[in-house]
Protein backbone atom coordinates (compact mmCIF):
# COMPACT_ATOMS: atom_id res chain seq x y z
CA UNK A 1 0.00 0.00 0.00
CA UNK A 2 1.42 3.40 -1.29
CA UNK A 3 1.94 5.84 1.49
CA UNK A 4 0.50 8.60 0.17
CA UNK A 5 1.45 11.24 2.77
CA UNK A 6 5.02 12.07 1.69
CA UNK A 7 3.18 12.89 -1.68
CA UNK A 8 3.53 16.25 -3.38
CA UNK A 9 0.68 17.90 -4.62
CA UNK A 10 1.47 17.24 -8.03
CA UNK A 11 2.20 13.29 -7.22
CA UNK A 12 -1.47 13.34 -5.58
CA UNK A 13 -2.74 14.85 -8.51
CA UNK A 14 -0.94 12.23 -10.47
CA UNK A 15 -2.19 9.34 -8.86
CA UNK A 16 -5.42 10.28 -8.97
CA UNK A 17 -5.81 11.04 -12.20
CA UNK A 18 -4.18 7.10 -12.85
CA UNK A 19 -7.13 5.64 -10.66
CA UNK A 20 -9.34 7.79 -11.97
CA UNK A 21 -8.30 6.45 -15.67
CA UNK A 22 -8.48 2.74 -13.89
CA UNK A 23 -11.83 2.75 -12.71
CA UNK A 24 -13.40 4.19 -15.53
CA UNK A 25 -11.34 1.21 -17.33
CA UNK A 26 -12.81 -1.27 -14.86
CA UNK A 27 -16.63 -0.02 -15.35
CA UNK A 28 -16.48 -0.13 -18.64
CA UNK A 29 -15.19 -3.46 -18.92
CA UNK A 30 -18.19 -3.96 -16.39
CA UNK A 31 -20.96 -2.93 -18.29
CA UNK A 32 -19.32 -4.71 -21.18
CA UNK A 33 -18.70 -8.17 -19.69
CA UNK A 34 -16.22 -8.45 -22.01
CA UNK A 35 -12.75 -6.51 -23.64
CA UNK A 36 -10.92 -6.86 -26.88
CA UNK A 37 -13.79 -9.32 -27.51
CA UNK A 38 -12.55 -12.00 -24.80
CA UNK A 39 -14.79 -13.47 -21.79
CA UNK A 40 -13.22 -12.78 -18.31
CA UNK A 41 -14.18 -16.50 -17.75
CA UNK A 42 -11.57 -18.79 -17.55
CA UNK A 43 -8.56 -16.32 -18.28
CA UNK A 44 -5.51 -16.22 -16.29
CA UNK A 45 -6.16 -12.50 -15.01
CA UNK A 46 -6.61 -9.32 -16.86
CA UNK A 47 -4.08 -6.34 -16.39
CA UNK A 48 -4.01 -2.27 -16.88
CA UNK A 49 -0.53 -0.45 -18.05
CA UNK A 50 -1.00 2.89 -16.80
CA UNK A 51 1.64 4.34 -19.65
CA UNK A 52 2.33 7.66 -17.94
CA UNK A 53 3.93 6.54 -14.32
CA UNK A 54 4.74 2.70 -15.87
CA UNK A 55 2.27 1.32 -13.33
CA UNK A 56 0.83 -2.09 -13.63
CA UNK A 57 -2.17 -3.30 -12.30
CA UNK A 58 -3.26 -6.88 -12.63
CA UNK A 59 -5.15 -10.05 -11.35
CA UNK A 60 -2.90 -11.64 -8.83
CA UNK A 61 -3.05 -15.17 -10.69
CA UNK A 62 -1.05 -13.98 -12.67
CA UNK A 63 2.08 -13.23 -11.02
CA UNK A 64 0.80 -16.34 -8.71
CA UNK A 65 1.19 -18.48 -11.77
CA UNK A 66 5.04 -17.10 -12.14
CA UNK A 67 5.40 -18.44 -8.97
CA UNK A 68 5.34 -15.35 -7.00
CA UNK A 69 3.62 -14.55 -3.90
CA UNK A 70 1.64 -10.52 -3.66
CA UNK A 71 4.21 -10.00 -0.23
CA UNK A 72 7.30 -10.76 -2.88
CA UNK A 73 6.07 -8.26 -5.29
CA UNK A 74 7.65 -4.16 -5.42
CA UNK A 75 5.09 -1.62 -4.28
CA UNK A 76 5.41 -0.32 -7.43
CA UNK A 77 4.75 -3.07 -10.43
CA UNK A 78 6.61 -1.71 -13.59
CA UNK A 79 5.89 -2.91 -16.81
CA UNK A 80 9.54 -4.28 -16.78
CA UNK A 81 8.18 -6.82 -14.13
CA UNK A 82 7.45 -8.78 -16.46
CA UNK A 83 9.06 -8.14 -19.96
CA UNK A 84 12.77 -8.64 -17.77
CA UNK A 85 11.48 -12.57 -17.88
CA UNK A 86 10.95 -12.92 -21.52
CA UNK A 87 12.55 -16.20 -23.50
CA UNK A 88 15.66 -13.97 -25.00
CA UNK A 89 14.13 -15.45 -28.34
CA UNK A 90 10.83 -14.07 -28.00
CA UNK A 91 11.95 -10.56 -26.40
CA UNK A 92 12.17 -8.53 -29.13
CA UNK A 93 9.10 -9.81 -31.10
CA UNK A 94 7.07 -8.90 -27.78
CA UNK A 95 8.29 -5.62 -27.87
CA UNK A 96 8.38 -4.94 -31.45
CA UNK A 97 4.51 -5.61 -31.65
CA UNK A 98 3.70 -3.27 -28.16
CA UNK A 99 6.02 -0.34 -29.95
CA UNK A 100 3.83 -0.77 -32.95
CA UNK A 101 0.76 -0.53 -30.90
CA UNK A 102 1.69 2.23 -28.80
CA UNK A 103 2.24 4.18 -32.16
CA UNK A 104 -1.33 3.46 -33.41
CA UNK A 105 0.12 1.25 -36.62
CA UNK A 106 -1.36 -2.11 -35.11
CA UNK A 107 -5.50 -2.17 -33.72
CA UNK A 108 -4.56 -4.44 -31.11
CA UNK A 109 -1.30 -5.60 -28.93
CA UNK A 110 -1.79 -9.93 -29.71
CA UNK A 111 1.40 -11.90 -28.89
CA UNK A 112 2.22 -15.31 -27.40
CA UNK A 113 5.79 -15.94 -25.67
CA UNK A 114 7.55 -17.67 -23.58
CA UNK A 115 8.02 -16.17 -19.72
CA UNK A 116 10.31 -17.58 -16.73
CA UNK A 117 8.61 -18.59 -13.52
CA UNK A 118 10.39 -17.40 -10.17
CA UNK A 119 11.72 -21.45 -9.94
CA UNK A 120 13.68 -20.94 -13.76
CA UNK A 121 10.70 -22.96 -16.15
CA UNK A 122 9.18 -21.68 -18.74
CA UNK A 123 5.44 -20.97 -19.62
CA UNK A 124 3.29 -19.85 -22.27
CA UNK A 125 1.38 -16.84 -22.27
CA UNK A 126 -1.37 -15.35 -25.02
CA UNK A 127 -1.32 -11.54 -24.32
CA UNK A 128 -4.09 -9.17 -26.13
CA UNK A 129 -4.25 -5.71 -25.64
CA UNK A 130 -5.02 -2.61 -26.29
CA UNK A 131 -4.50 1.50 -25.61
CA UNK A 132 -8.13 2.02 -23.95
CA UNK A 133 -7.15 5.85 -23.68
CA UNK A 134 -5.29 8.52 -25.00
CA UNK A 135 -4.49 12.12 -24.32
CA UNK A 136 -4.85 15.36 -26.31
CA UNK A 137 -1.63 14.39 -28.48
CA UNK A 138 -2.31 11.13 -28.68
CA UNK A 139 -0.14 9.79 -26.61
CA UNK A 140 -0.96 6.83 -24.23
CA UNK A 141 -2.38 6.80 -21.41
CA UNK A 142 -4.09 3.25 -20.33
CA UNK A 143 -3.58 0.05 -21.79
CA UNK A 144 -5.82 -2.97 -20.53
CA UNK A 145 -5.42 -6.55 -21.81
CA UNK A 146 -6.34 -10.28 -21.13
CA UNK A 147 -3.61 -12.44 -20.31
CA UNK A 148 -3.90 -16.80 -21.03
CA UNK A 149 -2.16 -19.04 -19.79
CA UNK A 150 -1.36 -21.34 -22.39
CA UNK A 151 1.68 -23.74 -21.60
CA UNK A 152 -0.60 -27.12 -21.67
CA UNK A 153 -2.19 -26.04 -25.39
CA UNK A 154 1.49 -25.02 -26.55
CA UNK A 155 2.87 -28.61 -24.73
CA UNK A 156 -0.08 -31.05 -26.07
CA UNK A 157 0.50 -28.94 -29.58
CA UNK A 158 4.03 -30.03 -29.24
CA UNK A 159 3.17 -33.33 -28.49
CA UNK A 160 1.09 -34.16 -31.49
CA UNK A 161 3.48 -32.37 -33.86
CA UNK A 162 6.54 -34.73 -32.61
CA UNK A 163 4.13 -38.09 -32.81
CA UNK A 164 2.94 -36.73 -36.59
CA UNK A 165 6.54 -36.55 -36.79
CA UNK A 166 7.24 -39.89 -35.70
CA UNK A 167 4.99 -41.43 -37.79
CA UNK A 168 5.89 -39.46 -40.95
CA UNK A 169 9.77 -41.00 -40.06
CA UNK A 170 8.05 -44.40 -39.53
CA UNK A 171 5.73 -44.46 -42.78
CA UNK A 172 9.06 -43.59 -44.88
CA UNK A 173 10.91 -46.28 -42.63
CA UNK A 174 8.22 -48.19 -43.43
CA UNK A 175 7.94 -47.97 -47.35
CA UNK A 176 11.45 -47.86 -47.61
CA UNK A 177 11.75 -51.53 -45.89
CA UNK A 178 9.06 -52.80 -47.88
CA UNK A 179 10.51 -51.67 -50.84
CA UNK A 180 13.77 -53.55 -49.81
CA UNK A 181 11.71 -56.52 -49.12
CA UNK A 182 9.77 -56.76 -52.08
CA UNK A 183 13.28 -56.45 -54.60
CA UNK A 184 14.20 -59.46 -52.65
CA UNK A 185 11.25 -61.23 -52.60
CA UNK A 186 10.67 -60.29 -56.75
CA UNK A 187 14.46 -62.13 -57.53
CA UNK A 188 13.80 -65.15 -55.33
CA UNK A 189 11.00 -66.04 -57.33
CA UNK A 190 12.19 -65.14 -60.80
CA UNK A 191 14.79 -67.93 -60.23
CA UNK A 192 12.06 -70.08 -58.54
CA UNK A 193 9.68 -69.40 -61.67
CA UNK A 194 12.59 -69.12 -64.44
CA UNK A 195 14.71 -72.06 -63.23
CA UNK A 196 12.27 -74.90 -63.37
CA UNK A 197 10.50 -73.77 -66.69
CA UNK A 198 14.27 -73.46 -67.87
CA UNK A 199 14.36 -77.40 -67.23
CA UNK A 200 10.90 -78.26 -68.54
CA UNK A 201 11.73 -76.39 -71.90
CA UNK A 202 15.05 -78.10 -72.39
CA UNK A 203 14.94 -81.64 -70.50
CA UNK A 204 15.79 -83.79 -73.37
CA UNK A 205 19.39 -81.42 -73.89
CA UNK A 206 20.28 -80.66 -70.39
CA UNK A 207 22.35 -83.60 -68.69
CA UNK A 208 21.61 -85.06 -65.32
CA UNK A 209 24.74 -83.03 -64.03
CA UNK A 210 23.09 -79.71 -65.23
CA UNK A 211 19.79 -80.63 -63.71
CA UNK A 212 21.11 -81.90 -60.63
CA UNK A 213 22.99 -78.27 -60.41
CA UNK A 214 19.89 -76.10 -61.72
CA UNK A 215 17.86 -78.01 -58.90
CA UNK A 216 20.28 -77.16 -56.18
CA UNK A 217 20.29 -73.36 -57.25
CA UNK A 218 16.32 -73.70 -56.69
CA UNK A 219 16.53 -75.66 -53.65
CA UNK A 220 18.80 -72.87 -52.25
CA UNK A 221 16.57 -70.05 -53.41
CA UNK A 222 13.49 -71.66 -51.96
CA UNK A 223 15.58 -72.19 -48.40
CA UNK A 224 16.09 -68.44 -48.65
CA UNK A 225 13.19 -67.11 -49.83
CA UNK A 226 11.55 -69.14 -47.16
CA UNK A 227 13.51 -68.11 -44.29
CA UNK A 228 12.52 -64.64 -45.40
CA UNK A 229 8.94 -64.91 -45.60
CA UNK A 230 9.31 -66.99 -41.97
CA UNK A 231 11.29 -63.37 -40.46
CA UNK A 232 9.11 -61.14 -42.31
CA UNK A 233 6.02 -63.22 -40.41
CA UNK A 234 7.62 -62.84 -37.41
CA UNK A 235 8.53 -59.43 -38.14
CA UNK A 236 5.17 -58.64 -39.05
CA UNK A 237 3.60 -60.34 -35.91
CA UNK A 238 5.97 -58.21 -33.16
CA UNK A 239 4.77 -55.13 -35.26
CA UNK A 240 1.00 -55.96 -34.94
CA UNK A 241 1.95 -56.69 -30.76
CA UNK A 242 0.89 -60.61 -31.95
CA UNK A 243 3.68 -61.97 -30.39
CA UNK A 244 3.43 -62.38 -26.53
CA UNK A 245 6.13 -61.62 -24.50
CA UNK A 246 6.08 -64.91 -22.18
CA UNK A 247 9.77 -64.52 -19.87
CA UNK A 248 10.66 -68.52 -18.09
CA UNK A 249 13.33 -69.67 -16.33
CA UNK A 250 15.60 -71.07 -19.06
CA UNK A 251 19.08 -72.78 -18.71
CA UNK A 252 21.18 -71.33 -21.71
CA UNK A 253 23.47 -74.15 -22.13
CA UNK A 254 20.75 -76.18 -23.38
CA UNK A 255 18.73 -73.26 -25.37
CA UNK A 256 22.32 -73.04 -27.03
CA UNK A 257 23.22 -76.84 -27.88
CA UNK A 258 19.03 -76.82 -29.34
CA UNK A 259 20.15 -73.89 -31.57
CA UNK A 260 23.60 -75.36 -32.84
CA UNK A 261 21.54 -78.55 -33.65
CA UNK A 262 18.88 -76.77 -35.75
CA UNK A 263 21.75 -74.92 -37.32
CA UNK A 264 24.37 -77.74 -38.28
CA UNK A 265 22.92 -79.33 -41.08
CA UNK A 266 23.82 -76.20 -42.84
CA UNK A 267 27.14 -75.84 -41.13
CA UNK A 268 28.14 -79.38 -41.43
CA UNK A 269 27.97 -78.45 -45.75
CA UNK A 270 30.66 -75.93 -45.18
CA UNK A 271 32.59 -77.85 -42.80
CA UNK A 272 32.38 -75.61 -39.90
CA UNK A 273 32.97 -76.16 -35.85
CA UNK A 274 30.33 -74.94 -34.00
CA UNK A 275 31.02 -74.11 -30.03
CA UNK A 276 28.93 -73.68 -27.47
CA UNK A 277 30.44 -72.40 -24.59
CA UNK A 278 27.06 -71.05 -22.83
CA UNK A 279 27.61 -71.53 -19.08
CA UNK A 280 25.09 -73.84 -17.58
CA UNK A 281 23.28 -71.13 -15.88
CA UNK A 282 19.06 -70.34 -16.21
CA UNK A 283 18.02 -66.69 -16.88
CA UNK A 284 14.92 -65.40 -17.38
CA UNK A 285 13.53 -64.54 -20.98
CA UNK A 286 11.62 -65.73 -23.50
CA UNK A 287 12.20 -68.84 -24.68
CA UNK A 288 11.28 -68.63 -28.55
CA UNK A 289 12.15 -64.65 -28.71
CA UNK A 290 16.04 -65.86 -27.72
CA UNK A 291 15.81 -69.15 -29.75
CA UNK A 292 15.44 -66.37 -32.90
CA UNK A 293 17.90 -64.65 -31.90
CA UNK A 294 20.77 -66.97 -31.36
CA UNK A 295 19.33 -69.23 -34.56
CA UNK A 296 19.66 -65.90 -36.47
CA UNK A 297 23.22 -65.28 -35.39
CA UNK A 298 24.64 -68.33 -35.56
CA UNK A 299 23.15 -68.50 -39.21
CA UNK A 300 24.64 -65.40 -40.42
CA UNK A 301 28.45 -66.41 -39.01
CA UNK A 302 27.34 -69.39 -41.27
CA UNK A 303 26.75 -67.57 -44.17
CA UNK A 304 29.65 -65.32 -43.77
CA UNK A 305 32.49 -67.32 -42.95
CA UNK A 306 34.03 -69.50 -45.07
CA UNK A 307 34.72 -73.02 -45.43
CA UNK A 308 36.17 -74.54 -42.29
CA UNK A 309 35.80 -72.18 -40.41
CA UNK A 310 34.76 -71.77 -36.21
CA UNK A 311 31.76 -70.09 -34.27
CA UNK A 312 31.59 -70.01 -31.03
CA UNK A 313 28.98 -69.19 -28.72
CA UNK A 314 30.10 -67.78 -25.33
CA UNK A 315 28.06 -65.69 -22.58
CA UNK A 316 28.96 -63.93 -19.48
CA UNK A 317 27.13 -62.37 -16.30
CA UNK A 318 28.01 -58.71 -16.20
CA UNK A 319 26.06 -56.89 -13.31
CA UNK A 320 22.72 -57.12 -13.92
CA UNK A 321 22.58 -58.55 -17.40
CA UNK A 322 23.31 -61.69 -19.39
CA UNK A 323 26.46 -60.63 -22.25
CA UNK A 324 26.34 -63.31 -25.16
CA UNK A 325 28.41 -63.38 -27.94
CA UNK A 326 28.72 -65.16 -31.25
CA UNK A 327 31.88 -64.55 -33.11
CA UNK A 328 32.92 -65.74 -36.71
CA UNK A 329 36.25 -65.91 -38.50
CA UNK A 330 34.44 -65.00 -41.12
CA UNK A 331 34.50 -62.00 -43.97
CA UNK A 332 33.77 -59.34 -41.55
CA UNK A 333 32.35 -56.15 -43.11
CA UNK A 334 33.14 -52.27 -43.57
CA UNK A 335 32.47 -49.86 -41.05
CA UNK A 336 29.52 -48.45 -43.54
CA UNK A 337 27.58 -51.92 -43.17
CA UNK A 338 28.50 -52.38 -39.34
CA UNK A 339 26.91 -49.10 -39.08
CA UNK A 340 23.39 -49.56 -40.53
CA UNK A 341 22.64 -53.51 -39.98
CA UNK A 342 19.95 -52.72 -37.18
CA UNK A 343 18.48 -49.74 -39.59
CA UNK A 344 15.26 -51.00 -40.72
CA UNK A 345 15.46 -48.00 -43.44
CA UNK A 346 19.14 -49.65 -44.70
CA UNK A 347 19.87 -52.21 -47.33
CA UNK A 348 22.45 -53.64 -45.65
CA UNK A 349 22.44 -57.44 -47.31
CA UNK A 350 25.04 -58.81 -49.51
CA UNK A 351 25.86 -62.76 -50.68
CA UNK A 352 27.74 -65.10 -48.11
CA UNK A 353 30.95 -66.54 -49.47
CA UNK A 354 29.05 -69.12 -51.46
CA UNK A 355 26.74 -66.75 -52.54
CA UNK A 356 24.05 -66.97 -50.08
CA UNK A 357 21.24 -64.40 -50.07
CA UNK A 358 20.29 -62.78 -47.00
CA UNK A 359 18.00 -59.49 -46.94
CA UNK A 360 18.97 -58.04 -43.14
CA UNK A 361 15.72 -58.86 -41.92
CA UNK A 362 16.85 -61.52 -39.35
CA UNK A 363 19.28 -58.62 -37.97
CA UNK A 364 16.17 -56.35 -37.65
CA UNK A 365 13.96 -59.00 -35.69
CA UNK A 366 16.93 -59.91 -33.56
CA UNK A 367 17.01 -56.33 -32.94
CA UNK A 368 13.13 -56.44 -31.89
CA UNK A 369 13.16 -59.65 -29.63
CA UNK A 370 16.38 -58.41 -27.79
CA UNK A 371 14.55 -54.79 -27.21
CA UNK A 372 11.49 -56.52 -25.75
CA UNK A 373 13.46 -58.21 -22.92
CA UNK A 374 15.14 -54.22 -22.48
CA UNK A 375 18.59 -55.08 -23.53
CA UNK A 376 20.79 -53.92 -26.20
CA UNK A 377 22.49 -55.97 -29.39
CA UNK A 378 25.22 -54.35 -31.44
CA UNK A 379 28.23 -55.82 -33.11
CA UNK A 380 32.24 -55.59 -33.84
CA UNK A 381 33.37 -56.53 -37.37
CA UNK A 382 36.38 -55.41 -39.73
CA UNK A 383 37.10 -56.50 -43.09
CA UNK A 384 38.77 -59.58 -43.17
CA UNK A 385 38.99 -60.13 -39.77
CA UNK A 386 35.52 -61.82 -38.55
CA UNK A 387 32.81 -60.52 -36.54
CA UNK A 388 31.40 -60.37 -33.23
CA UNK A 389 27.72 -59.88 -32.54
CA UNK A 390 26.62 -58.71 -28.50
CA UNK A 391 23.56 -58.91 -27.14
CA UNK A 392 22.59 -58.17 -23.51
CA UNK A 393 19.14 -59.19 -21.70
CA UNK A 394 18.68 -58.21 -17.90
CA UNK A 395 18.80 -61.33 -15.83
CA UNK A 396 15.09 -60.50 -14.16
CA UNK A 397 12.37 -60.40 -16.28
CA UNK A 398 8.79 -59.46 -15.10
CA UNK A 399 6.90 -61.99 -15.46
Known amino acids: ?173 RDKFFSIISHDLKKGFQHLLGIPDLILRNFGHYSDEKIRHMVGIVKKEAETTHALLENLFEWSKAQRGAIEFRPEKINIANLGEECIRYIKPKADSKDFILVNQLEDKEITADRNMLQAILRNLLDNGVKFSPSGGRIQLKGRVEGHSYHFEISDEGQGMPRSIRDNLFKIDQDVSRPGTQKEKGSGLGLILCKEFVENHGGSIWADSYENQGSVFHFTLPLDQAH
Open 1 to 173: MSDYNNYTREQLIEEIQKLEDLNQAIVEEKEKEELLDFSWTGNLGHWYWHFPTNTVTHNPLKVKTLGYSTEELPDKLTYQFFTDKLHPDDYEGVMQVMREHLKGQREVYEVEYRIQTKEGNWKYFYDRGKVTKRDEQGNPVLVAGIVFDVTEKKEAEKALADTNRQLQEAIQT
